[in-house]
């Protein structure tokens, strides 16, 4: 369920980093939005990959469940290539949803950049 | 005398209705005082709750919803109302606890229970009577 | 095909319904795309529909409105329905041009017409019909 | 019609400056607000008034035809007294409308405070 005809409410771009690729997310994430991060988390999740991939969501201003599904899902597909997944950020209500799914408990929710790249160093 | 304003939405789940409907519960929240915050906690369960209308109610085709909004002083609360499933087996009309992360099920209701001040579901069974969550926020 | 994607509005003409539904007008252009400039013409316009109908049509008491939101691609259009007059003279069914200042009448169509790029009435006489106020903007 | 019962969506605050009342609005003015401006403005049109009634609608998000009816009664009876009126400011729609209905015909229209000011050194 993809709104082709309306303008794009949602940004995403990636930046290869030492040890992680990073995928920014910006704006809402939604059932119109969440096949387009999909899409673009999978293409990260490959065979010559670095060994993380960090999600920045401190722009997201909304997530639904939808959304949430694609980030499980992926999780799950990064995990079976023994690849990390870090989540990045996110607004009081975005953090809120990603608890209630326990989501914060099957991989690492950080608040900033700085702590991604500190945990990176560790792992590196 | 407590003044109730209504606001009914009709509409069917196709992607941009629900987003605009979710865009509009949220307005109507911040127009009566709601908080930034408390107006994204009225725009994810409204969201919530129409795509589960969307997916359950009608296997993800459109079909029919009205949205039911009220204002009263100090709270702001939404009724969902479906009018399926039009298949399928009738469910329990109660908010799953714990939801089932090894299905994926039950986190949609939880959400609305969690990031709402209240929330009940009524479901009157698989004869197309359809299924209403109804849910609020306590306005400061 | 050109898919219409429609959510219809009903509520009483009363102060707080009446903010709370031009928030929600505004709220869905933007959900489509609409600038905030945009969104703000639609508001004003949805803003002095709504007053014209509780006004003129129900004499400043409450009655029922259905507002009507339409996106098609390209476009975002409003119809604000009301009952009225259940009493007074039919009136013509036209935008008054040029408005009179001295009597202060005919500003609030005129204001629907300059800030909305297509507008346009239906009267059906004084027999509880009611009228219609059809307007839009086109989204870029 | 009044909105008893929800958060101020309006405020108002005025000031004495050497030849002028000014009195400084912010949000929205609609059917709900506009009595408030109108008592807020009543109260500035006495016997002892300055001779020039600044009005700043810089901060005004909304304005509707309810709004502009007060300023519309309020000038008129600031003229009867003998007073002048400056409107300050606003937003591009809120613009629109004042053009729509001619008020920029009728009272100065000016864009900052600054100009508003310079007025008053013309007239004082
Ligand atoms: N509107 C509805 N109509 C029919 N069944 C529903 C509706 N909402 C929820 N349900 C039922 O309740 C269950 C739990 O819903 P939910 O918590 O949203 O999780 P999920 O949608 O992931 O299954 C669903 O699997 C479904 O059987
Ligand atoms: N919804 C309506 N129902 C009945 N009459 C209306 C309606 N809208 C407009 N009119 C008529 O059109 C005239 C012009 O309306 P308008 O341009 O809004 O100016 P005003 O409301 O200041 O009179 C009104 O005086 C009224 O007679």
Known sequence: ?124 | MRMAHVVKHHFETNAIAMRMVRKEAGAAARAVGATEYDAGRVELAVCEAIANAHVHAYDGDPGPIVLEITYEPGRFSVAVHDDGPRTGPPFEPKFPEPPDPKVGNGFGLQIIKRVMDYASLEHYGANGHGTTVRMGIWLK
């Open chain 1, 1 to 124: 369920m993809e709104y082709t005809s309306i303008p794009p409410y949602f940004q995403i771009s990636s930046e290869e980093i030492p040890y992680a690729a990073v995928l920014r997310v910006a704006g809402e994430v939604d059932v119109g939005s969440a096949p387009s991060l999909k899409e673009r988390l999978m293409g990260l999740i490959v065979e010559d990959s670095p060994g993380t991939i960090v999600v920045d969501f401190q722009s997201v201003t909304f997530l639904d469940m939808s959304g949430v599904r694609v980030l499980e899902v992926c999780h799950r597909r990064a995990a079976q290539q023994g690849l990390r997944f870090i989540l990045v950020g996110s607004a009081p209500l975005v953090h809120k949803i990603l608890v209630i799914v326990e989501l914060d408990k099957r991989m690492p929710l950080v608040e900033t950049m700085g702590e991604a790249l500190e945990m990176l160093g560790r792992a590196g």
